[in-house]
Structure formats: structure tokens, C-alpha cells
């Protein structure tokens, strides 16, 4: 069962901003995308929903500094990504 990843442009930009910020990080981003399609289930990502004020948005983890922020929509198969960046960046 694969997922389908839906790239908005405003999270292209976060996106791109962030990985101009953070080369180093750009394999083990696409890493975390690549598994998020296949099954975003998977320990490594450390998939969790999130609290408070974006209770409707989940995250995972690139690595141990860095998380994404999704919408997560089961019932459609599909996950949209909101933001990128730090721990304290995106929550």
C-alpha cells in the first residue's frame, strides 16, 4: 500500500528555503519522503499526531534536529506536507 505525497507551492518554498539552509540534510530528507510514501508507519519516522494548536497535523522526523509537519489523510491514501524545519521551527 503506497501513499501519494501532495507537494502544495507554499510547502515547495518552505521546502526549498530549508534545504538551501541545510544542504547536508537533503539525502536523509528524501529518505523520510521516500519511506512517508511506502509506509508512513515505519518506526524510523517517528510518526506521531501533533498537540494544542495544531492538533490536526502530524510529524515526522528527518533526523534527530529537523521534523516535517503533515496533513494526514488516511482515508484517502494521500499525505500533505505543511512545513519543515527545526523542532522549534515547526511547532
Not at 10 to 16: E, G, L
Not at 47 to 74: A, C, E, M
Request: glycine share 2%.
Amino acid at each position: 500500500m503506497t501513499y501519494k505525497i501532495i507537494f502544495t507551492e507554499s510547502y515547495s518554498k518552505r521546502a526549498r528555503k530549508f534545504l538551501k539552509k541545510h544542504p547536508d540534510v537533503l539525502k536523509q530528507y528524501e529518505k523520510t519522503l521516500a519511506l512517508l510514501e511506502l509506509n508512513p508507519q515505519h518506526p524510523s519516522l517517528r510518526l506521531h499526531q501533533l498537540k494544542g494548536k495544531l492538533s490536526d497535523l502530524h510529524s515526522v522526523s528527518i533526523n534527530i534536529s529537523y521534523r516535517i509537519t503533515i496533513t494526514f489523510l488516511i482515508t484517502e491514501k494521500t499525505i500533505v506536507p505543511i512545513d519543515v524545519g527545526s523542532r522549534d521551527e515547526v511547532y
